[in-house]
């Protein structure tokens, strides 16, 4: 691993946005941890997620869209098999109501044995169990998590 440079990292919604718009509550912090990332996987479902909150940041949206495509960060559409495994996902933690999009970053964690993640959604990703009894290692503790 080059100096400097931590882990494999997949990216949620939340921790996107907090990346890309400077005014996000904890923008320095998942600036920090995502640019440390030797991989930073952004799950299909959640490029659409972001695309949705961004609408107003335009801007923001078009820097992340260059950063993907120049490779800087990698894209992981989830296939058929992971979006079946993602709605086991949905149906065994049923409870939390995860939905489809958080059940997809489930399936690609398993998928790819990436357990690291940046997230705001610390009260459904520190609840999840995943195949094999792994747990999420939240990357960052944002000051205000989301508790949806």
């Known amino acids: 691993m ?4 931590a882990a494999a ?6 921790a996107l946005i907090d990346y890309l718009v400077e005014g996000a509550p904890d923008h320095r912090r998942f600036r920090r941890v995502i640019d440390q990332a030797r991989t930073r996987y ?8 972001v695309d949705y ?6 801007a923001a949206m078009q820097a ?6 120049r490779g800087a960060f990698t894209y992981a559409p989830p296939t058929l098999g992971q979006l079946a495994r993602a709605m086991d996902v949905d149906r065994r933690f049923a409870d939390l109501r995860l939905g489809l999009v958080d059940s997809s970053i489930v399936a690609l964690a398993e998928s790819i044995g990436v357990y690291r993640l940046a997230t705001r959604d610390v009260r ?3 609840a999840v169990r995943l195949a094999g009894g792994h747990g999420f290692e939240l ?3 944002p000051t205000d998590p989301d508790r949806s």
Not at 2 to 5: L, T
Not at 9 to 14: E, K
Not at 53 to 58: A, P, S
């Open 42 to 49: 952004v799950p299909g479902l959640v490029l659409a997620e």
């Open 9 to 14: 990292l997949i990216c949620d919604t939340g």
């Open 53 to 58: 909150f961004l609408r107003d940041e335009r």
């Open 124 to 126: 459904h990703f520190a």
């Open 64 to 69: 992340f869209m260059q950063d993907l495509s």
């Open 2 to 5: 080059p100096a400097g440079s």
């Open 139 to 141: 990357a960052v503790h």
